[in-house]
């Protein structure tokens, strides 16, 4: 099975940096993605890392370590629209292409 | 435009009563997922289909049933043997095998409440 732990809550300040650390211990690997979802919302699809390294896309940058089982979410020039939940999720090894979800890291971005 | 939609938004049902939640894509998807949300955490896997006739159960399935008669649709019904099933319902749709990311695209959820 899947074990993902992230942190509960987050706050930081509008045009700050912050990073959301994610762990994980898998039966099996093929992915892992990072979600964005404000409240009563569905989950957005923002990145997602398979090898080794850091991917950048835009504000958003997604760091994976499979030895470690640790990835993170970095967010940078923060916005009041960034204050949200972000759900790490690793998807396993199968044809099936499921993942398993983290309980999420609520951010709260203050002026 | 391609998506997902669930309907309805907002449903409310007595208990005892079977529901059925429905979830249709138009992008093509071979696999469709449904996931439970409950307040304050993460997304539990009920059911998951990996293509037209197939289904197999996610972590929670039990007071839940699934049908995959078409590739466009994956409904669910809650049963009444499902014990606690207020709660936000999230539908979603991947292609896996892709050369690209394979992520989940998900529809806008219905909320369940069982009076």
């Known amino acids: 099975g899947q074990n993902i732990d992230q942190p509960t809550e987050m706050t930081a300040t509008e045009g700050a940096i912050v990073q959301i650390n994610c762990t994980y211990q898998?039966?099996?690997?093929?992915?892992l993605f990072w979600y964005q979802q404000h409240a009563g919302e569905a989950p957005t699809f923002l990145s997602y890392n398979v090898l080794d390294g850091l991917e950048e896309k835009g504000r958003f940058s997604s760091f994976l370590s499979r030895s470690k089982g640790y990835s993170y979410l970095l967010l940078k020039e923060l916005q009041m629209k960034d204050s949200a939940s972000y759900l790490c999720a690793v998807r396993d090894s199968t044809n099936a292409g499921k993942s398993t979800f983290g309980d999420g890291t609520t951010l709260t971005v203050k002026p | 435009d391609g998506g997902i939609t669930q309907s309805p938004k907002y449903l409310f049902r007595k208990e005892g009563q079977n529901v059925t939640l429905s979830c249709e894509q138009n992008?093509?998807?071979?696999?469709m997922y449904w996931y439970r949300q409950d307040p304050g955490q993460g997304l539990r896997l009920i059911y998951y289909s990996q293509i037209v006739n197939d289904f197999q159960k996610g972590d929670i399935a039990e007071g839940y049933s699934v049908s995959r008669e078409k590739k466009e649709s994956f409904p669910l019904t809650v049963t009444s043997a499902q014990k606690n099933p207020t709660a936000f319902y999230l539908c979603?749709?991947?292609?896996?095998?892709?050369?690209?990311?394979?992520?989940?695209?998900f529809g806008p959820g219905t909320r369940l409440t069982v009076l």
């Open positions: 979603a749709s991947s292609q896996p095998g892709l050369a690209g990311a394979g992520e989940q695209f």
């Open positions: 992008l093509n998807h071979d696999a």
């Open positions: 898998t039966s099996g690997f093929n992915g």
